[in-house]
Structures are given as structure tokens and as C-alpha cells.
């Protein structure tokens, strides 16, 4: 039988999950992806996705992809892989691509989407997806220190200590991102920060909201160049992949 290679949209809810990549004996992502897809071939199937969340981070539209011989058309491979999901993760959408496509060497841009609530009180149906954060804040100093992120920097100080691989896979080692876009917006009583780039290190948007709040809180004079050191990591659960792009 012919190999098929099969690329698939999801979006998960991350809360429930150790992250992205496979743990013996912990619940992931890939995981739950490999039991399913693996059950469904009749042997151990290998899920690859553009990029390892962290735990607790959630995704809109995450991107994997994986090798199957089984001839199920699209639409029923779907609707049985969601079937068989937990509801916390859902498959959106799937296509037949180039025997070669993988998830994360040929993307070209990721978008992350952070989530800040500014209002006094967080609803309990709203708190496993935001980072509350009610003290005051100087929004426009945050505005402008977004605008700092943008261009090509080395992101050294804010990437996880034990990060030793490039989260994309196709910068080796080097820290040096080129980040597209950097933007804070108010929407209601949310704040959402929205990053581009062609990769991202272990913990970098997180990181960055970090300093985005240390900004917001006058804790930093220079407005002009990136901080020679992050804020705090700001919570998982407000940090959302929103979209993987392609040629």
C-alpha cells in the first residue's frame, strides 16, 4: 500500500496536558495523537508538530503531521480521530501533503497570542485561560516596549536555562530570533499581546510578557533597546499558539 503523509490542524486546551512532546507515563499532546493515530494503522505511528508547547499552553491552530498507509479518506479519518480524542483536543482539519512536509522545518512564521485580564474580578469560567493581573499598569510604556521586540535580537536572556535546542529546529544553538511583529492591544478588560517570528525559544513569549508587565509596572528606564534581562515568566495558561504559517 501506497504511504500517505497526512498534515492536520488542531486546537487544544491545554490545561490537562504536560505540554507538546511525549512523557513516559504523563498525559502530552503527542502522545494521546500517537495512541489514537498508532491504534488506527496497527503499529506505532510517529506524530511530529511544528513546535513543542509548553505545559499548560494552549493552541488555536497547531500544525502536525504524520505517515499513514491506511486508506481511510480524509474527512472519515477526521471525524475517527475526534471520536477517539479527549474533548480537550479536537482536530480541525486535514489534508494529504508532500512526502517530505514536516510540521516544523518548513514553517515560516508562528504566531502566539498572550491573554492579560485587567478587570478587578476573573471569572472562574474565564481563569484557566488568562494571566489575571489587576494592579496598575502603564499600558502605553507596555505598548512601546512590544514595539522594542520587534526585528532581529538575540534572546538569550529570554529563553529557558535549560534550553539547549532551538524550539524551530532550523537555528541550531543560536538565541538570535527575528521576530515580524510585536503588538498590545486592550480589548475590553483583556490585553493581548500578539508575537510573529520565525521561532521562538522554550519559554521566549512568556518571557517577554514578563517584561511587557515590568514595563507596564515603571520598572524599566530604557524604553528604546531590549533589556539585557527578562521579567518574570509569565503563567502558561494565558499563552496560546494562534497560527503556523506555510509556503
Sequence with gaps: MAIRRIKITLAYDGGGFHGWQVQPGLPTIQGTLEEIVGGMEGRPVQVAGSGR???????????????????????????????????????????????????????????????????????????????????????????????VFAGEH????????????????????????????????RDGERLIYQVRGSGFLKHMVRNLVGTLIEAGRGNIADMTALPGRCGPTAPAKGLFLASVEYD
Design 53 to 147: 508547547t509548553d505545559a499548560g499552553v494552549h493552541a488555536l491552530e497547531q500544525v502536525a503531521a504524520f505517515s499513514l498507509e491506511n486508506p481511510i479518506p480524509l474527512p472519515n479519518l477526521r471525524r475517527a480521530v475526534n471520536r477517539l480524542l479527549p474533548p480537550a483536543i479536537r482536530v480541525l482539519s486535514a489534508e494529504e501533503v508532500h512526502p517530505d512536509f514536516h510540521p516544523r522545518f518548513d514553517a515560516k512564521a508562528k504566531t502566539y497570542e498572550y491573554r492579560i485580564l485587567r478587570g478587578e474580578t476573573c471569572s472562574p469560567f474565564e481563569w484557566p485561560y488568562v494571566c489575571h493581573y489587576p494592579y496598575p499598569l502603564d499600558e502605553e510604556r507596555m505598548r512601546q516596549m512590544a514595539l
Design 154 to 185: 538575540d534572546f538569550t536572556a529570554y529563553a529557558a536555562s535549560d534550553n539547549s535546542d532551538a524550539k524551530s529546529g532550523t537555528e541550531g544553538k543560536s538565541k538570535v530570533r527575528t521576530v515580524f511583529a510585536s503588538t498590545l492591544r
